[in-house]
């Protein structure tokens, strides 16, 4: 799929550079698995604190999202990371 959207933007000035740059190197599938669920573990943990400091969402709104992203998504992405 990743090959797919760099084939169809074979002009992006972006995809140009990396490409370019021997110094940025290519992921095998687990290595790109692994490195994909650990930023996604951190993009979590911060929209967890963006949450919790939010003056937007409602009480209800708010334990539910926190309980989902503490019990559920970071744990089963770490599960994930381990098992790689």
Do not use: C
């Not at 550079?17 to 911060?46: H, M, P, Q, W």
């Not at 409602?58 to 990371?81: A, E």
């Amino acid at each position: 799929m990743i090959e797919i959207s760099i084939k169809d933007d074979l002009e992006n000035e972006k995809l140009i550079a990396i490409s370019i740059d021997e110094t940025v190197k290519g992921l095998n599938e687990d290595e790109f698995k692994r490195a994909l669920l650990l930023y996604l573990i951190k993009f979590y943990k911060s929209l967890l604190q963006q949450i919790v400091n939010s003056q937007e969402l409602d009480y209800k709104s708010k334990s539910y999202w926190i309980r989902k992203i503490k019990i559920d998504i970071i744990p089963r992405g770490k599960r994930r990371v381990g098992s790689l």
